[in-house]
């Protein structure tokens, strides 16, 4: 990427082949989401509806709702209609400005639908200008079939799950939600150790519903990053500080649910990178927009607009290894460009609710003109 004045430019390089109109607009990085369950099939609305009448979550996920409901339904899709629904969500993120985006498994939980999911994304990023970085998280969840028994499902995860996915190159990360009735710090302890030592960068769901240590635990594990983080303690985030773990606020799920917004000003007082994400997926953070989440990051959890930018670009790009690469705007890194049609980055939360993305540049192709998808 050249940065500098035309003139500088034409003395150096030939003439550019392709002007966009900027005029008017602000260029800023490409969004990097850096957290998202992407390749699932089937909708939760119904779900939705009844907590908007006041049932929480964990009720409507006891009665057979939640993650379980999806699993069911990304289980029983072929993997060319879960590859069309995953093509049709980066269609949007790409319109809504992103360019790079983490995509987790998680809604397979058996070796089958697992692989098919992280297959799927594959297919994806060979298709799509979207880069995408994979995510194996067959520790989303346990199943119903192991509920009896949720230490067996670990010992399959780690037996046959990891192994099968590290055969395939499918991941370049692993993710596990770490909550009360999902699974305890210590079997955390133990599937992160296993995909630490099959090389894969380690991500957390931590603190979400309550404080199980899981801030600290990401701290201990060596975690890249740990997501949600709403009851993290003052001791976890001191932790997460001290061992360098970026924390990524999910304010799409806070403002979905109806729940408490994560404690951005404590994470950042105490020194801890901030990186926003959409979390998109089916029950609890409905979304593709990554200018929705900046919106929220500021009105809801009290990031400022300077602080929520650069939580959507150079700390996301840092969660997934990639900010020597991307998320920011410099000699040397990759033309991963969104110009906006407002005067200022201001805009993106101050005229909140529509979309100001006016073009976006991925890797120096030309991927949405004046609002429009190219053809790739
Ligand atoms: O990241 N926290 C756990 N999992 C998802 C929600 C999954 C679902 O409800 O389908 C999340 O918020
Ligand atoms: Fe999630």
Known sequence: MFVGTGREHDRRYEPPDM???AVGGTVIPGFVDPHTHLPFAGYREGEFDRRLA???YSQIAGSGGGIVATVAATRRATSSELL???LHRLDRQLLCGTTTTEAKSGYGLNLETEIKQLQVLREAGQRHPVEIVPTAMPAHEVPEEWRHDPDGYVDVVVREIYPAI???CLAEQVDVFCERGVFTPDQTRRLLADAKHLGWRIHLHADELCDLGG???AAETGAAAASHLLHASHEGIAAMAQAGVI?????????????RFAPVRDLVKAGVPVAVATDCNPGS???ESMPAVIALACLGAGLSSEEALVAATLNAAAALGRADRLGSIEVGKQADLVVL???SPKHLVYHFGVNLVRHVVKAGEIVVRDGALQPH
């Open 19 to 21: 002007i966009l109109d």
């Open 54 to 56: 006041g049932e929480s």
């Open 84 to 86: 069309q629904l995953t």
């Open 166 to 168: 590290a055969a395939g």
């Open 215 to 217: 801030a600290s635990l």
């Open 247 to 259: 924390a990524i606020a999910l304010p799409g799920v806070s403002f979905f649910l109806r729940d």
């Open 285 to 287: 953070s409905h979304t």
């Open 341 to 343: 049609d407002a005067p």
